[in-house]
T-cell receptor, first 114, second 115 residues
Framework: AQSVSQHNHHVILSEAASLELGCNYS??????LFWYVQYPGQHLQLLLK??????LVKGIKGFEAEFIKSKFSFNLRKPSVQWSDTAEYFC????????????FGPGTRLSVLP | DADVTQTPRNRITKTGKRIMLECSQT?????MYWYRQDPGLGLRLIYY???????NKGEISDGYSVSRQAQAKFSLSLESAIPNQTALYFC??????????????FGAGSRLTVL
């Protein structure tokens, strides 16, 4: 079945630790890839996106993600997390031949301890 | 004012009641979506509309209906609410083409509890 998976349900880190959140998708063909973030009590906001070109994309607040086509992956990274990064992170895929709709992963909750 | 406004923000209702969640947007986007968020399941698409005359079922449309009253308004109805429809509901919009077609703008969410 077509799906988007995220490796971790809940990640707990101390401030200044490095972060990597995994995302894999099972669609073939051309995809657009996204990471959205949902801070506590807030709506989802776009963190970064990949459409084409350089597979390493940079987003807001020091986040970056790498698209590895051969692995169907789009992992999110940040070298040094802050307490304010505590949030839920959603990977999403837009498949060009799938009704132009976005499919979201189950989310990874990140808790950063001060 | 928010670009995408959802009302109500919180609602508690009883099994069998009819509920309507409303969404309005000032983005001028043609495309509107209703998602449902459940813990551990992420966001799942209920219905989407690419323009006023275009309504499409999403992944989990059973038990829901929608109405696109105008370009700016897209409402979600639960004709007879049941407890497993307890969830956080998000409305979102996107543009039709170009960069905006690939970015969703979300509302703040409507938390629905069905007792």
């Amino acid at each position: 079945a077509q799906s988007v998976s995220q490796h971790n349900h809940h990640v707990i880190l101390s401030e200044a630790a490095s972060l990597e959140l995994g995302c894999n998708y099972s669609y073939g063909g051309t995809v657009n890839l996204f990471w959205y973030v949902q801070y506590p009590g807030q709506h989802l906001q776009l963190l970064l996106k990949y459409f084409s070109g350089d597979p390493l994309v940079k987003g807001i607040k020091g986040f970056e993600a790498e698209f590895i086509k051969s692995k169907f992956s789009f992992n999110l990274r940040k070298p040094s997390v802050q307490w304010s990064d505590t949030a839920e992170y959603f990977c999403a895929v837009k498949v060009k031949n799938y009704g132009q709709n976005f499919v979201f992963g189950p989310g990874t909750r990140l808790s950063v301890l001060p | 004012d928010a670009d995408v406004t959802q009302t109500p923000r919180n609602r508690i209702t009883k099994t069998g009641k009819r509920i309507m969640l409303e969404c309005s947007q000032t983005k001028g986007h043609d495309r509107m979506y209703w998602y449902r968020q459940d813990p551990g399941l992420g966001l799942r698409l209920i219905y989407y509309s690419f323009d006023v005359k275009d309504i499409n079922k999403g992944e989990i449309s059973d038990g829901y209906s929608v109405s696109r009253q105008a370009q700016a308004k897209f409402s979600l109805s639960l004709e007879s609410a049941i407890p497993n429809q307890t969830a956080l509901y998000f409305c979102a919009t996107s543009d039709t083409q170009g960069y905006g077609a690939n970015v969703l703008t979300f509302g703040a969410g409507s938390r629905l509890t069905v007792l």
